[in-house]
T-cell receptor, first 119, second 112 residues
Framework: GAVVSQHPSWVICKSGTSVKIECRSLDFQATTMFWYRQFPKQSLMLMATSNEGSKATYEQGVEKDKFLINHASLTLSTLTVTSAHPEDSSFYIC???????????????FGNGTRLTVT | EDKVVQSPLSLVVHEGDTVTLNCSYE??????LLWYKQEKKAPTFLFML????IEKKSGRLSSILDKKELFSILNITATQTGDSAIYLCAVEAYGTASKLTFGTGTRLQVTL
């Protein structure tokens, strides 16, 4: 089945530093990937849609200069949290869906998430 | 704006009980409704429903969609402690490039 890999699984960083999170589709190509954020005891909230070869689309209220998204290839998207603050501490999850052939109707699959703690 | 409401918010049952989780939605250009199970990490896929009245089943779990009344249920029979998790319902619309709108989830705890 479709596999999405996310790295790192967890990261602790100091306030003011930047953190990069990678999302890879391992056995399929994805021109579009999605970045979600989940605060404790809350549901997943879509932050942005990552588009291969073009700019990401951000949801309302998400700062594009703070959460930099790069979709460098058909299998890799990165999210960089710049100048991180403690309130950015959260669980970040990426997702993607196969877009070609018989798997086009498959559901979105999620990476294992990255737990970010900013001290 | 698309909206997904799940109920109950949380539920505690004894092992062996049967539970029914509810999901109602409002979405323009409905494409599919999905159920996910989330334990400690990212959600794992359970079911994708696109047609009304067709039950999908996987072991002790089953789900059905009513597109007229705009809701879905997820049933778990003979619950086990390993079923303890957050169950998320999400909807997808056509023309949104596979973007999902999630409900707040139902937190299920199965006790011995």
């Amino acid at each position: 089945g479709a596999v999405v890999s996310q790295h790192p699984s967890w990261v602790i960083c100091k306030s003011g530093t930047s953190v990069k999170i990678e999302c890879r589709s391992l056995d399929f190509q994805a021109t579009t990937m999605f970045w979600y954020r989940q605060f404790p005891k809350q549901s997943l909230m879509l932050m942005a849609t990552s588009n291969e070869g073009s700019k990401a689309t951000y949801e309302q209220g998400v700062e594009k200069d703070k959460f930099l998204i790069n979709h460098a290839s058909l299998t890799l998207s990165t999210l960089t949290v710049t100048s991180a603050h403690p309130e950015d501490s959260s669980f970040y999850i990426c997702s993607a869906r196969p877009e070609m052939g018989s798997r086009n109707n498959s559901p979105l699959h999620f990476g294992n998430g990255t737990r970010l703690t900013v001290t | 704006e698309d909206k997904v409401v799940q109920s109950p918010l949380s539920l505690v049952v004894h092992e062996g009980d049967t539970v029914t989780l509810n999901c109602s939605y409002e979405v323009t250009n409905f494409r599919s409704l999905l159920w996910y199970k989330q334990e400690k990490k990212a959600p794992t896929f359970l079911f994708m429903l696109t047609s009304s009245g067709i039950e999908k089943k996987s072991g002790r779990l089953s789900s059905i969609l009513d597109k007229k009344e705009l809701f879905s249920i997820l049933n778990i029979t003979a619950t086990q402690t390993g079923d303890s998790a957050i169950y998320l319902c999400a909807v997808e619309a056509y023309g949104t490039a596979s973007k999902l709108t999630f409900g707040t989830g139902t937190r299920l705890q199965v006790t011995l």
